[in-house]
């Protein structure tokens, strides 16, 4: 009786998550429907199918700006962070210090902060600075809040980080940048690797930090925007599908090399 | 200086510079005289006043409403997915943890605009019920149940991750020792499994009641502006109405609300534990 039970609830709980998995896709399925559709409105079930608005979109040289501009700001906003959130994960989870519990609940706060409100508070310290915003300004909104979600994905690597492999290499005689480059920092490979992916990737996806700080320049977020409010344009779920499609291949890749990366490196 | 405060400075310096300052920068704001743009003039109340004279609080509570309901909703939705994840699917949970993960890196107006495609009339949804019924039910684009299921969608990994993380943190001996000791199943579902993973859960509502009260895009691509929430009253003080402080003085209350929330239960989690440190 019992097992039957058992087995009736995780059929329930696994169709319960089947159905989930469902549902956080069909707005990706239909977009995708929809870029596929040669025609000039969207209609379902879709009469002409074609790769029309495609080439329209990867054609125009406003979308190749676009592009270009949120994966520039995505870049600087990857490497900046990474390094910031390398020391604030080591403050975080490594060391013992006198401020450390404080310290964390620092970290969490811009997380825990509606993003349009931030980005609007960041326009108006832009402007009390008198900076100019264009998408410099952007890299800095980005940051505000991907710094310390970056610093939590590095921290939960560095927790399991033994620190007695630090003191060994620095007792043969290793100097403090040696100990850097040849133990702390690969050993703490992996977790660098994902913070780096999810600082691009939410960089990359941010609208609400953008909308207020990039000025004159427009990332791709903005751009769809502006279009999805005038009403229906046919390179939007083309540009949405990309930037989709991006993502995935992005984070399938990263996810690949760090699980071959685990591999070799159980074996050696 | 000791090694952990020498690492934490740069992030400390950098949080300075691009978070303490915007806020400090908006509470002074809120007290500048209306539709002024510069730090110069006599502090004064009379924002705060207009707020109270004002009808935003309908948009307050719209927004605090729309939170509650979405967490609600959520925690409903996500808690049987996170048992799953953490107690049966075994070596399946990676590549679904994975599968929820994904949606989280594309913009959310994107996915938003897929719901919009689907929801809308000859969209994906009633375009098939119309060719295969022959039926055309009403669209429920532009409503408030639209506005509510786009929440809901957006957080649902904000919610379903803490979550996941707050049941795993439950032993397994523990719940086999209850079980032993004769509790039944629903017992120690309530005095043992719900107890134990509760700072999870925990972080979990409060994570995604933050980012929903904070929520803009749903109730304008979704919603078709039919309900106006808080963010939205924000950003038209500050963009059509060019009347800077008085968005200050919203967005500082909004903050406040939050804020103390986000302190309150804060305060009582060791943050070591819940990201596992040995």
New interface residues.
């Given amino acids: 009786m019992e097992t039957r039970?058992v087995r009736l609830r995780?059929s329930?709980?696994?169709a319960?998550?089947l159905a989930?998995?469902v549902?956080?896709?069909?707005?990706?399925?239909?977009?995708i429907?929809?870029s596929l559709t040669a025609s000039r409105y969207?209609?379902?079930?879709i009469a002409r199918w074609g790769l029309d608005w495609w080439q329209k979109t990867l054609n125009s040289i406003e979308i190749r700006q676009l592009l270009s501009t949120s994966i520039t700001i995505a870049l600087c906003v990857t490497v900046i962070a990474v390094t910031?959130?390398f020391?604030?994960a080591?403050?975080?989870?490594?060391?013992?210090?006198?401020?450390?519990?404080l310290?964390?609940?620092?970290?969490?706060?811009?997380?825990?902060?509606?993003?349009?409100?931030?980005g609007?508070?960041?326009?108006?310290?832009f402007?009390?600075l008198g900076l100019p915003l264009s998408w410099k300004t952007a890299v800095?909104?980005h940051?505000?809040w991907i710094?310390?979600v970056v610093?939590?994905v590095i921290?939960?690597q560095v927790?399991?980080f033994d620190p007695a492999l630090e003191e060994a290499a620095f007792d043969l005689g290793a100097s403090r940048l040696q100990v850097l480059r040849e133990v702390t920092l690969p050993v703490l490979f992996p977790g660098l690797f994902s913070g780096s992916l999810f600082a691009f990737?939410?960089s990359?996806?941010?609208?609400?930090l953008s909308l207020?700080t990039t000025g004159a320049d427009t990332t791709?977020?903005e751009y769809?925007?502006a279009k999805?409010?005038a009403g229906y344009t046919p390179g939007?779920?083309v540009l949405?599908t990309i930037?989709?499609i991006g993502?995935?291949v992005?984070?399938?890749g990263g996810?690949a090399l760090i699980t071959a990366l685990r591999r070799t490196r159980a074996s050696e | 200086m000791s090694p952990g405060l020498r690492s934490a400075l740069p992030v400390v310096l950098f949080l300075i510079a691009g978070f303490a300052a915007p806020l400090i920068a908006v509470i002074w704001f809120s007290f500048m005289p209306a539709r002024t743009f510069s730090f110069g003039g006599t502090p004064t109340l009379e924002n705060y006043t207009t707020i109270i004279e004002s009808s935003n609080y309908i948009s307050f509570l719209w927004s605090l409403g729309l939170g509650a309901v979405t967490v609600t909703l959520l925690a409903l939705i996500c808690y049987p997915i996170a048992y799953g994840l953490v107690r049966i699917f075994g070596k399946w949970s990676t590549l679904i943890t994975l599968l929820f993960t994904i949606p989280l890196f594309v913009s959310e107006n994107i996915r938003l605009y897929g719901w919009v495609l689907f929801l809308i009339k000859n969209g994906v949804l009633l375009g098939t019920i119309k060719s295969v019924f022959g039926v055309e039910p009403e669209s429920i684009l532009f409503t408030l149940p639209a506005i509510v299921l786009g929440m809901v969608y957006v957080y649902f990994p904000f919610m379903l991750f803490p979550m996941t993380l707050g049941i795993s943190m439950v032993p397994q001996d523990t719940r086999d020792a209850a079980m032993d000791l004769g509790a039944s199943r629903w017992q120690v579902f309530r005095e043992v499994e719900l107890p134990l993973s509760m700072p999870g859960i925990l972080i979990g509502c409060l994570l995604t009641f933050v980012l929903a009260v904070g929520a803009i895009a749903e109730a304008k691509v979704l919603g078709g502006q039919q309900i106006i929430p808080i963010t939205h009253d924000i950003e038209i003080a500050f963009t059509y109405a060019q009347n800077w402080p008085l968005g200050a003085a919203l967005s500082v209350l909004l903050m406040a609300v939050v804020g103390t929330l986000v302190l309150i239960v804060l305060r009582r989690f060791n943050l070591d534990q819940l990201l596992g440190r040995r």
Avoid: E
């Fill in positions: 039970a995780h329930l709980v696994t319960w998550t989930a998995i549902f956080i896709y069909i707005p990706t399925i239909c977009i429907l929809a969207f209609q379902f079930p910031l959130a020391f604030g080591l403050a975080f989870a490594r060391y013992d210090w006198k401020g450390r519990s310290y964390q609940k620092i970290i969490l706060l811009p997380i825990f902060f509606p993003q349009s409100v931030l609007l508070a960041l326009l108006l310290w402007n009390t800095f909104a940051l505000v710094v310390p610093t939590l921290s939960i927790y399991s990737l939410l990359w996806g941010n609208f609400p207020y791709v977020p769809l925007y999805m409010v939007v779920p949405g930037s989709t993502a995935i992005l984070l399938l996810y």
